[in-house]
């Protein structure tokens, strides 16, 4: 994000396959990105940026069956206590190339001892920590995943995004679960940046 003007960037939603058009594939031009204020690039703190589209009038995106908003989560909501159905997605690495196709897991969301022990003092309040453990079934974000969600099902059918897909060790590897931005901790500096 930095030494680029936003200009320099699109938003495309209703992608599905990044070589071939959609039908309800959109792009959107950038207006504005805001980095948060306390976030360092030698750190992995604070690792959350909001997007300003530029589209006509009030207009953000075309709503669809393919292009849908999640919610945000109040602000410390716990979504351990919670949250049982949860899912990343993204165009990153899948270990052979980046995927063409975008990929969808499920994820269980993790203790947050189990990544302070793994991570020691990387691992912050601001971070959630989240994937499989068992030898045969690990799923994970990998690079290219960044910036990606991790989406929850609420009870009450709603879903939120509870993390934004940040750093981890490796891909998949034993006893190296993923660490996501707690969205939920930024809550108002999100509703300050957007005026919500």
């Not at 993790?110 to 971070?127: A, I, N, Q, W």
Request: proline share 7%; aromatic share 8%.
């Amino acid at each position: 994000m930095y030494g680029h003007g936003p200009r320099s960037y699109a938003v495309r939603v209703g992608d599905y396959h990044t070589l071939v058009p959609e039908e309800f594939e959109e792009e959107i031009g950038v207006e504005q990105i805001v980095v948060h204020g306390a976030y360092r690039p030698n750190s992995s703190d604070y690792d959350i940026a909001l997007v300003r589209l530029r589209g006509p009038g009030e207009r953000c995106a075309r709503l669809s069956g393919h292009v849908l908003p999640a919610c945000l989560p109040l602000w410390r909501e716990r979504p351990q206590k919670t949250a049982s159905n949860c899912h990343i997605t993204g165009w990153g690495d899948t270990g052979r190339a980046y995927s063409r196709t975008l990929q969808q897991a499920g994820v269980p969301l993790l203790p947050r001892r189990v990544c302070e022990e793994r991570y020691k003092g990387r691992f912050t309040r601001r971070m959630l920590c989240a994937g499989n453990l068992r030898e045969h079934s690990r799923v994970d974000s990998c690079q290219g995943d960044s910036g990606g969600p991790l989406v929850c099902e609420r009870p009450g059918a709603s879903w939120a995004v509870y993390g934004v897909t940040s750093w981890g060790h490796g891909c998949g590897v034993k006893d190296s679960p993923g660490v996501y931005t707690k969205v939920s901790a930024f809550v108002p500096w999100i509703k300050s940046v957007t005026k919500l």
